[in-house]
């Protein structure tokens, strides 16, 4: 088990995060739960995000112990305390995620009323505490993951890896609250248009960070990033809206992410041949 380990850290890696969140979720929820109409109205909900989270931190903890022992430790503790890095950085880290959100937001509230006076500061100090708790999954996903991808694949490649698998880790999250949001769509159309939107924001948002941790080498900002994007994204996780504009609003926030992928890929030659 150690050799398989060590020659196949990531893939242990993923294993264990998806058995860990997966497991716990299932088990905090209970299976019948997975499909309920109103997640707000199950107590448990929070607690299951939390045992969700634990996968990725547990993980990733393990496995450096395991690989890299104290000295990874040391390591990790290092990049999470780096703060020195140019204003610029915090700038995008901090400022992306809210921009793309509030401008999508502001965009179909033309149309649909979103945001109320009354639901405003709930929902933002709402957003802010599910912030914090994203330094749970960072341990893993960019303290553990992205550098040993990095090793053998690009920026790019290593954003759409991480990306990818970083969507579908949040699949029975998505199943769960779907029942709340349908409004008056089939759940067979809803929910898959749901999840494709899903995994194409955040492969589109993992490459803007892992393209931010490049530059910085700093799991802090990474995590700070990472945060902004769940305190900005809050309110999908409100009753304000449902069907055809709870899915305008994740297919519009995605196609603005990717084209912020696509503005970078130009800046650093993403789409230049390497160099032999």
Not at 85 to 98: E, F, K, R, S
Not at 126 to 140: M, P, R, S, Y
Not at 185 to 204: E, G, Q
Request: charged share 10%; proline share 3%; hydrophobic share 55%.
């Amino acid at each position: 088990m150690a050799t398989f380990i060590k020659r196949r850290p990531l893939l242990t890696y993923y294993l264990l995060t998806f058995a860990i969140s997966w497991g716990g979720f299932v088990a905090v929820l209970g299976p019948g739960s997975l499909a309920n109409t109103d997640w707000e109205a199950a107590g448990a909900f929070f607690w299951a995000v939390v045992a969700m989270l634990s996968g990725p931190s547990i993980a990733g903890l393990l496995l450096i112990g395991l690989v890299d022992g104290r000295a990874g430790y040391r390591e990790l503790f290092m990049r999470l305390c780096k703060w020195r890095v140019g204003i610029g950085w915090y700038a995008v880290a901090i400022l992306t995620a809210p921009v793309v959100c509030g401008g999508v937001l502001l965009v179909l509230s033309v149309t649909s009323p979103l945001l109320t006076a009354d639901n405003k500061t709930t929902i933002l100090v709402g957003g802010l505490g599910a912030g914090v708790l994203t330094i749970l999954e960072e341990v893993g996903w960019t303290g553990f993951v992205t550098p040993r991808l990095r090793r053998g694949h690009s920026v790019p490649m290593t954003g759409l890896i991480v990306g990818v698998l970083w969507g579908l880790w949040h699949l029975l999250q998505q199943i769960s609250i779907s029942g709340t949001y349908v409004g008056g769509m089939s759940l067979v159309v809803f929910l898959p248009l749901s999840i494709a939107a899903a995994i194409a924001n955040l492969t589109a948002f993992r490459m803007l960070m892992v393209w931010v941790y490049e530059h910085t080498g700093s799991l802090l900002v990474a995590t700070v990033m990472h945060g902004m994007l769940t305190a900005s994204s809050i309110f999908w996780f409100t009753a304000s809206a449902t069907g055809a504009v709870f899915l305008a609003d994740e297919w519009l926030v995605a196609v603005v992410m990717w084209l912020l992928v696509a503005a970078v890929a130009v800046r650093d030659g993403w789409l230049r041949p390497q160099e032999a």
